[in-house]
């Protein structure tokens, strides 16, 4: 289990050192986004953008690991963009 934020998941320094580690991506058994909710109310050019480049992860992994979002608060425009983006 890893625990990052998003800034940190998506820096150049975590991609080359971890996603890139062929053993940690054997080993990779999904991305959890949890409070997903958080990408549409949070995702703004101004405040934390990265949220909204979350679905980078997908593609970091080879397309071949599940990514989870999890949320309890989800209208049906939070869940378009999250399908969007992730």
């Not at 991609?15 to 949890?34: E, G, M, T, Y």
């Not at 549409?40 to 992860?57: I, V």
Request: overall charge negative.
């Amino acid at each position: 289990l890893i625990y990052v934020s998003p800034e940190m998941a998506l820096s150049d320094g975590f991609r080359n050192q971890v996603w890139k580690n062929p053993r940690f991506r054997s080993r990779l058994a999904a991305i959890f986004v949890d409070e997903a909710h958080v990408i549409n109310e949070w995702g703004e050019e101004e405040f934390r953008p990265e949220y909204r480049e979350l679905g980078k992860l997908w593609s970091y992994c080879g397309y071949t690991v599940p990514m989870v979002a999890s949320t309890a608060t989800c209208q049906t425009s939070t869940f378009n963009l999250l399908w969007k983006v992730l």
